[in-house]
């Protein structure tokens, strides 16, 4: 199993925000969580990768335990997070940002190539390799940040809310990205608000509703079921 979370608990404060969460990630799977705003998606991912510490419970990445293992060996274990709102470094060129997602390999050549697959996959970050990330419109910004997440060479993406914020057509391109991401075998733990298109394109969801889940199942099944149409889907 790539990623095993059990019995969840994450406290800000006297706030209990999760509330014994349970899921787990499969190698080769993308798994979405859904729900509502301000149910704990992004609290789960960021307790994941190590930004915030989790309470109780555990969290197991190949086997390992990684509850208290910080974020930099994450990404060096094969974990890379594509954070909420892009966060590219602004003043730091598209290359440059590119780069520091390659900091934790060894070997410089095999980095390069990965830089010329983004590049070849990613034109539009080859034309603006030499521009300040900052000066990038929100769909290039949502590509560098997954552009940067590949450069580490990762085996689980976790990916959070990558549509927010974009044009319809956009969200399409960075769906295709995530698609493109996985056939490259990379595993992807996928929060979105979007959720007609994370159950889309998902193995398996689990819906989360004020910091616990309350559903899980097939995505394609999901996508099917009438409760999620009327509290996700609009229908």
């Known amino acids: 199993?790539?990623?095993?979370?059990?019995?969840?608990?994450?406290?800000?404060?006297?706030?209990?925000?999760?509330?014994?969460?349970?899921?787990?990630?499969?190698?080769?799977?993308?798994?979405?969580?859904?729900?509502?705003?301000?149910?704990?998606?992004?609290?789960?991912?960021?307790?994941?990768?190590?930004?915030i510490p989790a309470a109780a419970g555990s969290i197991s990445f190949e086997g390992t335990d990684v509850r208290k293992t910080p974020g930099n060996k994450l990404v060096s274990l094969g974990m890379a997070h594509v954070p909420e709102g892009r966060r590219v470094f602004a003043q730091m060129s598209v290359l440059q940002n590119l780069k520091l997602g390659a900091y934790t390999r060894k070997d410089k050549a095999e980095a390069d190539?990965?830089?010329?697959?983004?590049?070849?996959?990613?034109?539009?970050?080859?034309?603006?390799?030499s521009q300040?990330?900052?000066?990038l419109s929100g769909g290039e910004q949502q590509m560098l940040a997954m552009g940067r997440a590949l450069m580490s060479k990762p085996k689980l993406i976790l990916m959070d809310e990558p549509s927010m914020g974009l044009s319809p057509l956009?969200?399409?391109?960075?769906?295709?990205?995530?698609?493109?991401?996985?056939?490259?075998?990379?595993?992807?733990?996928?929060?979105?608000?979007?959720?007609?298109?994370?159950?889309?394109?998902?193995?398996?969801?689990?819906?989360?509703?004020?910091?616990?889940?309350?559903?899980e199942g097939n995505a394609k099944e999901l996508l099917e079921s009438e409760e999620i149409k009327k509290a996700y889907l609009g229908g």
């Open 1 to 51: 199993m790539m990623l095993e979370v059990k019995d969840l608990e994450v406290n800000y404060g006297m706030i209990n925000a999760i509330r014994g969460v349970s899921f787990h990630v499969e190698q080769g799977e993308i798994v979405a969580l859904i729900g509502a705003n301000g149910a704990g998606k992004t609290t789960i991912l960021h307790t994941v990768s190590g930004l």
């Open 132 to 135: 300040l990330a900052g000066t």
């Open 170 to 215: 956009l969200v399409k391109e960075v769906f295709h990205i995530i698609e493109f991401c996985h056939e490259q075998g990379i595993t992807i733990l996928l929060v979105e608000q979007n959720a007609r298109m994370a159950l889309g394109i998902a193995d398996r969801a689990y819906v989360l509703e004020v910091g616990s889940i309350n559903m």
């Open 113 to 129: 190539e990965t830089l010329e697959m983004i590049y070849t996959h990613f034109p539009r970050l080859k034309e603006r390799r």
